[in-house]
């Protein structure tokens, strides 16, 4: 999206404005996949999302990651990721386990800290065409991967369990 007008400095401290209107020329997808242990990112930046973008990523990881792994990957249930088309490439590739999140669920933190993350680096932005965003994304990316951050699970197993009882109680208590 290209703000209408531009933002205006305010000096050491404060905080830069930024127009609320913007005019928009298009969209992208991103596809990536996150080497949980290395933190390293493969990613693909299509203009559609289709099975066939979703099949040629799928290959692309294929071909980067090591012969040996068994790669699990966490999706959303998007029509795109069990096309039959998509399902008889998985078929033939049985290191691929898909796990799809359980509908109207929040996607995993992990990712949702990725998200987080590249928003920032691109929430200043004023993009002018698809092309220019998906140069900054590509930026955004190259310089993670210069530096691949784990994203850690910081919250002890004993604490998330005890929130699930609270809100088991409070439920029951309702009905």
Do not use: C
């Amino acid at each position: 999206m290209e703000r209408t007008q531009p933002g205006l400095p305010l000096g050491i401290g404060h905080i830069r404005t930024q127009s609320h209107d913007y005019v928009r020329h298009g969209t992208v997808t991103l596809f990536t996949a996150l080497d949980y242990l290395q933190g390293r990112l493969i990613s693909s930046i299509e203009r559609q999302h289709r099975h066939q973008e979703w099949l040629e990523f799928l290959k692309k990881i294929n071909r980067e990651t090591p012969k040996q792994l068994q790669l699990h990957l966490i999706v959303d249930n998007y029509a795109t990721h069990k096309h039959p088309k998509v399902k008889a490439w998985l078929e033939k590739h049985k290191r691929f386990h898909m796990h799809f999140t359980p509908t109207s669920s929040s996607w995993m933190n992990m990712v949702e800290r990725f998200f987080r993350d590249i928003t920032v680096y691109l929430r200043d932005g004023s993009f002018s065409s698809v092309r220019e965003l998906e140069s900054s994304i590509t930026t955004f990316l190259a310089l993670r991967n210069t530096q691949p951050t784990r994203y850690v699970w910081s919250a002890k197993g004993e604490d998330i369990l005890n929130k699930i009882q609270r809100a088991r109680e409070a439920m029951a208590s309702q009905a």
